[in-house]
């Protein structure tokens, strides 16, 4: 039997792909938004610290949303889901063009990727995949990712 991803199953690209963009964005909003949640207590935590050190803990505060959101994607993203819970919500998970299901070192490359990439190509980081096979991005391209719609793939 084919699987949801070979280009042989008609109309594959309909299916598996439908939506992933829009859908991507409104996981990404999820993500964010959970993301914001977790720097409540990671900021109570560091506001002990830096009393603790005398101050010296206050220079994490800058750093702490990489920090949180940085582990948050890596373990999520590289779990046994291959999702993170917006991604989850919004029905879609990662694939990886080798097969092999994501890890957490990939998953934290991939977010760094872009981190990097959409601070210089800001907004057209996502118009990129209006024109790309799988809807893919500039990250997904250099990784060897891409995002499918959950339901249509069985995962």
């Given at each position: 039997?084919?699987?949801?991803?070979d280009p042989?199953?008609?109309?594959?690209?309909?299916?598996?792909?439908?939506?992933?963009?829009?859908?991507?964005?409104?996981?990404?909003?999820?993500?964010?938004?959970?993301?914001?949640?977790?720097?409540?207590?990671?900021?109570?935590?560091?506001?002990?610290?830096?009393?603790?050190?005398?101050?010296?803990?206050?220079?994490?505060?800058?750093?702490?949303?990489?920090?949180?959101?940085?582990?948050?994607?890596?373990?999520?993203?590289?779990?046994?889901?291959?999702a993170t819970?917006?991604?989850?919500?919004?029905?879609?998970?990662?694939?990886?063009?080798?097969?092999?299901?994501?890890?957490?070192?990939?998953?934290?490359?991939?977010?760094?990727?872009?981190?990097?990439?959409?601070?210089?190509?800001?907004?057209?980081?996502?118009?990129?995949?209006?024109?790309?096979?799988?809807?893919?991005?500039?990250?997904?391209?250099?990784?060897?990712?891409?995002?499918?719609?959950?339901?249509?793939?069985?995962?």
């Open positions: 039997m084919a699987s949801a991803l042989s199953v008609p109309n594959y690209a309909d299916h598996v792909f439908e939506g992933v963009l829009t859908r991507r964005v409104a996981a990404f909003l999820i993500d964010y938004a959970i993301v914001g949640l977790l720097l409540i207590p990671a900021w109570v935590i560091l506001f002990v610290f830096s009393i603790l050190t005398l101050g010296l803990g206050f220079m994490l505060f800058p750093v702490s949303f990489f920090i949180v959101a940085g582990l948050y994607f890596a373990f999520t993203l590289g779990s046994e889901a291959q819970p917006g991604m989850r919500v919004m029905d879609l998970v990662m694939a990886r063009d080798d097969g092999r299901r994501m890890d957490f070192g990939t998953a934290m490359v991939h977010v760094l990727a872009f981190w990097i990439i959409n601070s210089l190509l800001t907004p057209f980081l996502l118009l990129i995949g209006l024109f790309t096979e799988r809807r893919r991005l500039i990250h997904d391209m250099v990784l060897g990712t891409y995002m499918v719609r959950a339901s249509a793939t069985g995962y």
